[in-house]
Each structure stands twice: as C-alpha cells, then as structure tokens.
C-alpha cells in the first residue's frame, strides 16, 4: 500500500524540526546550504524562512540550561533539599522518562531514579530494548519535598519552566509520564492515572504515554502487566516512526 503524500510529508517536517533543534542545542548559528538567521534579519528575507532562522539561533543546550538554574532558589525546597537532581540521558533521546521528584537517594547522589524505584524503572527501559544512557530521564521537581510529599503547587510552577525547557532542547519524539503529577503536570489535567493510561495524548505535538510509577508498582507488583501493556504501545509508536531501539524489546 502507497503511504499517504501528506503523512509522509508531515514526517518529515517533524524529522528536520527535530534536527533543527538538534543544531540548536548546540549552538549553530546557521544551517549550510540555506539562508543564515543573520541573513534572515535582511529586508529582503524570505517569510516563509523564518520560523526555521528561529530554530537556528543560539540556544542554550542542557549544559547551559544546568548552569542558568544555578543553586536554584526559586521556590521553599532549596532550604531543605542535599542536591538539585537535573536529569540524566542522552540529550537528544527520542524517548524521554518523566516523574514526579526526587526521593531520598536521588537528593543524596543529585540523580533520578536511583533508589529501588530506578531499579525497577532501568529493568523497564531495557525490557523496551534501551538503556538508562540511551534515553533522558528527568522528574517534575528537581529537589526533593520533605518526607516525599505531594509536590506542591508553587513548587511545580517553580520548576516547570526548566522541565519544559528540557523538553524543548531534547525534543523526544516520545514521552512516558510515571505517574499521576507526571501525566498532570505534561498535560495539563487532574484526572487519575487509571484515567488517562493505555493510550497515548499530546504535548505541543509529542506524544505522551502516562503509565503507573516505579514506586507504586513495588507496592502493586499485579499492575506491573497494565504498565508493560502501556510501554509495548511506546515501543511500537517508536517503530512506526521508524526509531530503532539500541537492543532488543523483551516480548
């Protein structure tokens, strides 16, 4: 069967969009063999170019994105935490993990996912075929709330600017949202995670597939099915869009 001209079309739009970014992140001034954003500023500039110049402009990657957040102070959890956990992962993963804060072991080695709940979580990923260096993860707060309470409002606020910052500089074409402050925060909506998992939603264009948290699966070992129902939907929207895994998914 012949592929849809428009869909084709559409794919790659968001492959060179993607690149762009790519670019981007790394500073790159102008892309070779077509108009420079300096160019661009010209009166004699093409319109329909501009949008891409915007892509092309220097742009802060995730190394400068860390160094604008400083020792952040933005909001109350700076006077409690031990480490700001940024993330960790490629930074041009097409699939990105996002949770919701920092617990205890990750405010001691200023990592996500590092204590039981990250055991579990990195056995998920390679199940997907890939590894905790082949994706970005990163959570909705960078510092941990005392005693791993709720993220409050002012704290989400505080932070998602940079959450969507990184999205932005990453650009995954993928994103799986652990849990019901995750899949709120991303889109914008306060339905249970029973609600909103199993199928995919959008962000500006990304998809995003809420599935149960790490930690409540330790607690709800009988749902750890349900949440791979979930990542065997990630897996084969990747290959649709034609993204290898650097391994081989278990079943």
């Known amino acids: ?9 559409a794919a790659l ?23 420079t954003a300096r160019s661009l500023g010209a009166a004699t500039a093409a319109p329909e170019l501009i949008e891409d110049a915007a892509l092309v402009r220097p742009r802060l990657g995730l190394a400068g994105l860390r160094e604008e957040l400083g020792e952040c102070t933005r909001c109350k959890l700076a006077g409690t935490r031990k480490s700001i956990v940024f993330g960790v992962g490629a ?7 996002v949770g919701e804060a920092p617990g205890e072991q990750e405010d001691k080695r200023g990592e996500p996912f590092v204590g039981p709940a990250g055991e579990l979580l990195d056995k998920m990923i390679e199940a997907m075929g890939w590894s905790r260096s082949s994706v970005y993860i990163a959570n909705v ?44 925060t991303l889109l914008g909506t306060d339905a249970p995670i029973s609600a909103l998992r ?11 597939m809420p599935t149960f948290h790490p930690a409540y699966l330790l607690r709800e070992p009988d749902r ?11 897996i084969g ?12 998914p278990r079943g």
């Open 1 to 9: 069967m012949t592929a849809d001209p428009a869909d084709e079309l």
């Open 13 to 35: 739009a968001r492959d060179l969009r993607r690149g762009l970014r790519r670019y981007a992140a790394m500073g790159t001034w102008g892309a070779p063999g077509s108009a």
């Open 91 to 97: 930074d041009d993963a097409p699939l990105m993990f």
């Open 141 to 184: 707060l960078m510092c941990r709330p005392p005693g791993n309470r709720n993220p409050q409002p002012d704290e989400v606020a505080a932070c998602q600017p940079f959450l969507d910052a990184k999205i932005d500089r990453i650009a995954p074409r993928v994103i799986v949202a652990l849990g019901r402050p995750a899949a709120n």
């Open 198 to 208: 199993g199928r995919f939603h959008e962000r500006r264009g990304i998809k995003v």
């Open 224 to 234: 750890k099915r349900d949440a791979w129902a979930d990542l065997k939907l990630v």
């Open 237 to 248: 929207e990747l290959a649709r869009l034609g993204i290898a895994a650097p391994g081989t």
